[in-house]
T-cell receptor, first 112, second 117 residues
Framework: GQQLNQSPQSMFIQEGEDVSMNCTSS?????WLWYKQDPGEGPVLLIA?????ELTSNGRLTAQFGITRKDSFLNISASIPSDVGIYFC????????????FGKGTRLHILP | DVKVTQSSRYLVKRTGEKVFLECVQD?????MFWYRQDPGLGLRLIYF???????EKGDIPEGYSVSREKKERFSLILESASTNQTSMYLC????????????????FGPGTRLLVL
């Protein structure tokens, strides 16, 4: 079935550093979604991408929809302590697009 | 402000007990979902419902059942809890439709952390 592979699985960075993470699939997605889960909470949608090549920002976050439609990238600039959490990429299933497939997540740790 | 609430944040049950996890949304969403989240495995879909009394199995339905008698409420039932069902359970809801712009916006509850002893 469709799968999303996220890398890295976890990251340890210094406060103030920029962060890059990505998500790949062997199948094409027509929509890419990025969610963030704060510790002890449910995931929240950060950015949605609808077109190949699209670059979208939300504050210090920027996400890109890969040209091949098989990958997406999320960048966080000038990280701050509240960026800690798990970042999930996701996309609609090709069988029914109200069913969302999630990657396993990238866990971000920020060192003081 | 949109809201998905789950009946308990933490729950401790014994092996063999019947467990009910309740989820309520106030956004008049058609779709509702139950996921479990385990370290290293991400979010795995257990069941979802696209209308009242309608349900579909997700990727890991074994050992679970669901009930949707009202649009706003979706219950997850563990008929006979086992230790391997110790996990974080997340409920979500979204609007229905073939348009990904709507369906992608899944709103999650805060989760229920279930421990089965």
């Amino acid at each position: 079935g469709q799968q999303l592979n996220q890398s890295p699985q976890s990251m340890f960075i210094q406060e103030g550093e920029d962060v890059s993470m990505n998500c790949t699939s062997s199948s094409i997605f027509n929509t890419w979604l990025w969610y963030k889960q704060d510790p002890g909470e449910g995931p929240v949608l950060l950015i949605a991408l609808y077109k190949a090549g699209e670059l979208t920002s939300n504050g210090r976050l920027t996400a890109q929809f890969g040209i091949t439609r098989k990958d997406s990238f999320l960048n966080i600039s000038a990280s701050i302590p509240s960026d800690v959490g798990i970042y999930f990429c996701a996309g609609p299933s090709m069988n029914r697009d109200d069913k969302i497939i999630f990657g396993k997540g990238t866990r971000l740790h920020i060192l003081p | 402000d949109v809201k998905v609430t789950q009946s308990s944040r933490y729950l401790v049950k014994r092996t063999g007990e019947k467990v009910f996890l309740e989820c309520v949304q106030d956004m008049d969403h058609e779709n509702m979902f139950w996921y479990r989240q385990d370290p290293g495995l991400g979010l795995r879909l257990i069941y979802f419902s696209y209308d009242v009394k309608m349900k579909e199995k997700g990727d890991i339905p074994e050992g679970y059942s669901v009930s949707r008698e009202k649009k706003e409420r979706f219950s997850l039932i563990l008929e006979s809890a086992s230790t391997n069902q110790t996990s974080m359970y997340l409920c979500a809801s979204s609007l229905f439709g073939p348009i990904p712009r709507w369906a992608g916006y899944q709103y999650f509850g805060p989760g229920t952390r279930l421990l089965v002893l």
